[in-house]
Each structure stands twice: as C-alpha cells, then as structure tokens.
C-alpha cells in the first residue's frame, strides 16, 4: 500500500507564532507608514510655513535696498526696459528673485537679474501665491504706489520634505528585520503556554478525565480550559453511564436469568409441568421488566440532551394512565384528577421521558399502595402529582428512595431504580421533585410530585 501524498505547501499547517509575527508585522509596518505620512505632513506644513515666514522677513528688507537702487537711477521710459538689480548685500548668494512692479499698469520697473516674467505669472495682490515651481510673495510700499514681489522656488521645499519622507522609510525598512526577529521570539515565547495546554489535554483518556489547573493561563485560554474541563465532565458522565449501566445489568439480569434456567432446567428433567413452565415465564418477565428499567435508566443518564418543548400535561397524563387501564390489577384502582381551571397546564420538556418519569410514579404508587387508589393529579400550575393512601414510608427512608437499588420496602419486590429515574428526569428538566408522607391529615398515604417549568 503506497504512501499518502504529502500535502501541498498551502495545505501544510502554519505556525500560530508566524502567523501572529507576519500579522504584526503588517499591521506595526502599516502604522508606521501611516505615521511617516503624517510626520511628513506635519513636515511639510512647518516647513512651508517657515520658508514663508522667511520669505516675508526677506522681502520687507529688499524692498527698501531695491528702491534706492530704482531711485539712484533716475525715471525710466517704457522703451528702456526694466531696471536690472544686483542681489543686494547679504543676499547675494540667496536663491531669490525679485521685481518692483506699478499697480495701474503692471509695468516692471526693476527686477533681478535671473528674474522673468514666468515666475510672477500671478495675480498682483499682497499675500502669497504658488505657481507649479515658485513660490510668489506681493508686497505693497505703504506710501508710494508700488509692488514689490518676491519669488522663492518650491524646489528647496520638496527636497526637506522628500528627505524626511526618505529618511523614516530607511529607519523603517532597516528596522522591520530586526522587529520581526523580536517579535517572533516574543510570540514564541508567550504563545509556550499553548505547548503546556496542549500537552495537558493529550494526556487525557478514557483513564484519567481529572480537569485541568494550569496556574498563570491568560483570560482567553482559561476560558479555553474551563470548556475543555466541562467537556471532560461531561464525558466522565458518559463514561459512568456506561459502566453503571454495564453493572446493573450484570447485578439486576443475574437474578432472573439463573431462576428462569433453573425452572427450565428442572421442567425438562421431570417433565414440562405447567407451574415450572409458568415459573420460567414468570422469571422471564421479570428479567424484561428489569431490562427495561435499565434501558429507562441509561436514557435518563446519557450525556444526550432531553428536548423542550411545550407539552400538554393533560395530555401527556392521559396517555400514561391509558397504558394502566389496559391491565386488571390498575383499571379499578388508577384516578385521573384535573386540580386546575381553565385550560390544560402547558410545561417546557421532553414528552417521552416525561412519560417515562410518570409511568415510575405510577408503578410505584401501585406496587406499594396495597389495594388502596391511585391518583394521577395533572396541577395546579405546571405540576404533576401521583398520590396513593397506602402505608406510607417513614422519615428516616423518604429521601433515601432516590437513590439506586433502594425499594420502600424489603417485603416487596422491586428493582430500586424507578424513583432514581423520575429524579434524574426531573434534574436534567430543572424540575423540582419533592416526595411526601405521610399525607397531610392522615396518618400514612405517599406522594410524589413533579413541578415543571411552564412554557
């Protein structure tokens, strides 16, 4: 038989720590670049605003300096042309540019050297304007009618911006490395206590389902192994069910099937006489009667969960006692009471092991009443009731009735398992399940009564 196929490299598992690294990575890398924007943003901005408070600090000085070189020259006719200034004294090595300007004819009267008419393609009003490359500030001479406007080119302002951008996505780059590095040692290392909790529920069998403490787990994986304990609780009931069913029937089937083939046995031997015959078939009957109550039993038990829905209690009351009416010794004896008004009581449950629970009751009350009556009580409210006026049971014995393999009494027959199962009905139903006697006013009589949820 060949070999199964190793999976492809998609299909290959990846590792929580890389995952939870390549995620971070992502995410601290797309932060950081989001913050460099923004660093060049503000960058930008305060740049801006420093070159222009420059520029404005620039003009106001060269603006008097080139008035007196346009003022030392004399008046200039249209034909001459624009006065051509030097850079002024301590601005002979500044990259800015500069002409005087009429505000009625928009004649330039004097500009820089490197100057033209390009760069202060602007409108001619104080403040600042921006063309795809200069940077135009317009100053007006507060007594006399001129302009004096300024341009400083944007080129400068891009190169500091472009080398703060630059220079935080080279730290960033340099960086995620050596983050990445740290960070999938980090994740390794807190990410270790999986490997123990791992570790712990591998170690968990059908042997050994005690719960899990593992001391410092953090909230989200103590959540974690407090479902895997109350998984392991829930199978460690299963498990019980399974073995206690497995030791009452080896307990409870051991009886009846030696009596049957030991009757069996002695009818052939000395021929089929009918009371061996009958004897055989009355063990047999026992022996299916205990089966079913062990089958009633494991179903009460099992992890499997009981269904809710809105059962009719007078229904479900009539159809148990009908089973009853059926048979001799229960159709003179059994009384159905309704102890409500109005409509039938409505209760949230399973109407199969509801059924199951009553017909206990109902036998019990049987068994045990002598030939006193039998009453099904359906109410008041979502409650149902059986009660007898037998002999009653003491104190001492009332709440031991509950339990396995414990009968009213050791005179009668019995298997002890029926009111054991009417109390696991009624727990996995969070239903209340109180037994009484004697009866109020008398001095023996026995009820059992199931309240339930209402729907």
Excluded at 65 to 85: K, T
Excluded at 122 to 141: I, M, N, Q
Excluded at 227 to 247: F, K, M, P, Q, Y
């Amino acid at each position: 038989m060949s070999a199964p196929a190793p999976p492809l490299p998609s299909e290959r598992a990846q590792s929580l720590a890389v995952r939870l690294t390549r995620a971070l990575i992502l995410w601290v890398g797309g932060v950081w670049l989001l913050c460099a924007l923004g660093v060049t943003w503000y960058t930008d901005r305060e740049i801006n605003f420093n070159f222009d408070d420059e520029l404005v600090e620039v003009s106001h000085r060269m603006f008097d300096i080139a008035l007196e070189h346009l003022d030392a020259e004399g008046p200039r006719g249209d034909a001459d042309g624009p006065l051509i200034l030097p850079a002024p004294g301590s601005f002979a090595d500044a990259d800015l540019l500069y002409q005087l300007v009429e505000p009625d004819t928009h004649r330039v009267l004097a500009r820089s050297a490197e100057a033209s008419a390009e760069q202060f393609d602007v409108p001619l009003a104080p403040g600042f304007e921006s063309t795809h490359a200069w940077r135009v500030y317009t100053l007006r001479h507060p007594t006399r009618p001129i302009y004096m406007q300024v341009a400083d080119p944007l080129r400068e302002r891009r190169e500091a911006v472009n080398r703060t951008l630059f220079g935080l996505i080279i730290a960033m780059v340099a960086m995620l490395p050596l983050l990445a590095l740290l960070l999938q040692r980090i994740a390794r290392r807190e990410l270790r206590v999986l490997d123990t909790l791992k570790h712990e529920i591998s170690l968990r069998n059908e042997l050994l389902l005690t719960p899990i403490d593992l001391p410092g787990l953090p909230r989200e994986l103590r959540s974690v192994e407090d479902h895997v304990n109350r998984l392991l609780e829930r199978l460690a009931l299963a498990l019980d069910v399974e073995r206690a069913l497995a030791a009452n029937a080896a307990h409870e089937l051991r009886t009846p099937l030696t009596a049957a083939r030991l009757r069996l046995q002695t009818a052939l031997e000395h021929g089929l006489s009918p009371a061996d015959v009958q004897a055989a078939v009355t063990a047999l009957q026992t022996l299916s009667q205990r089966t079913e109550k062990l089958l009633q039993l494991s179903r009460a038990e099992s992890s499997a969960p009981f269904t809710r829905h809105p059962v009719d209690l007078e229904q479900l009351a009539t159809t148990v006692a009908q089973e009853f009416w059926q048979e001799e010794h229960a159709v003179d004896r059994l009384d159905l009471v309704q102890a409500y008004e109005g409509p039938a009581p409505v209760a949230l449950g399973d109407f199969d092991a509801l059924a199951i629970a009553l017909r206990n009751l109902v036998e019990n009350a049987l068994a045990y009443a002598g030939d006193s009556p039998v009453e099904l009580i359906v109410g008041p409210g979502c409650a149902l009731a059986v009660r007898d006026h037998g002999p009653g049971v003491s104190g001492d014995r009332l709440q031991a009735l509950k339990r396995r393999h414990v009968r009213h009494s050791a005179e009668r027959t019995g298997y002890g398992l029926g009111l054991s199962i009417v109390a696991t009905i009624a727990e996995k139903h969070d239903a209340r399940f109180t037994l009484c006697s004697p009866l109020a006013g008398e001095r023996g009589g026995f009820e059992a009564r199931l309240e339930l949820t209402p729907a």
